[in-house]
């Protein structure tokens, strides 16, 4: 698949296959992946942990609050992404700037992890409904969780038709 194929393959799947196991060389893939994804200074200001068995069901139920991502407790895996400290210089960048990178390379993390996913024939979803506290708990992270990501091999999720914004309404052209 080229980026353009995985972009328009790739969707939230909110429908696992529980029995079906991540390939762990398919996992090593996905993690490598997020591994080499551009971050401020390359400073990767994220912690990445992959939940499996009795820990992806707890992490699954840290995100179920008030009925939502009900899906995520069939996924075998849970990938639970914290929030780490800047290296120095994205921390004096970010001061100066006011912008914040952290949350811009998590996205960016996630978004090349799910893409290799997609890549592997694997199914993910990205979850930002979560119970940061118990999250830390279940992982052992002293950080703020950001993001949760479902892992694993979609049991019933036909392609559904993206509905985005037109080129005309997300683009504009300046020229000098």
């Known amino acids: ?23 762990p060389e398919k996992l090593a893939a996905i993690l490598e992946a997020a591994r080499l994804a551009p971050s401020a200074c390359n400073g990767q200001p994220y912690h990445i ?4 068995g009795e820990a992806a069901k707890k992490a699954a139920k840290a995100t179920m609050g008030m009925g939502m991502n ?20 994205a921390a004096a960048g970010a001061k100066v700037k006011k912008n ?21 024939g694997l199914g993910t979803c990205i979850l930002g409904w979560l119970d940061d506290e118990k999250l830390r708990e279940i992982c052992g992270v002293s950080r ?3 993001l949760v990501i479902t892992l694993g091999y979609p049991k019933e999720d036909p392609l559904r038709a993206k509905k985005r914004k037109s080129l005309e309404e997300l683009v504009s052209k300046t020229e000098q």
Do not use: W
Not at 49 to 52: E, I, K
Not at 74 to 85: H, Q, T
């Open 1 to 23: 698949m080229n980026f353009t194929e995985i972009a328009h393959a790739r969707q939230s799947c909110r429908s696992y296959d529980a029995n079906k196991a991540v390939e």
């Open 49 to 52: 942990t992959v939940c499996t």
């Open 70 to 89: 009900r899906f995520a407790i069939d996924a075998p895996i849970l990938l639970v992404l914290s929030e780490e400290p800047y290296c120095r210089t």
């Open 100 to 120: 914040d990178y952290r949350s811009i390379d998590i996205g960016i993390a996630a978004a090349y992890l799910t893409a290799e996913a997609t890549a592997q």
């Open 144 to 146: 703020p969780v950001r």
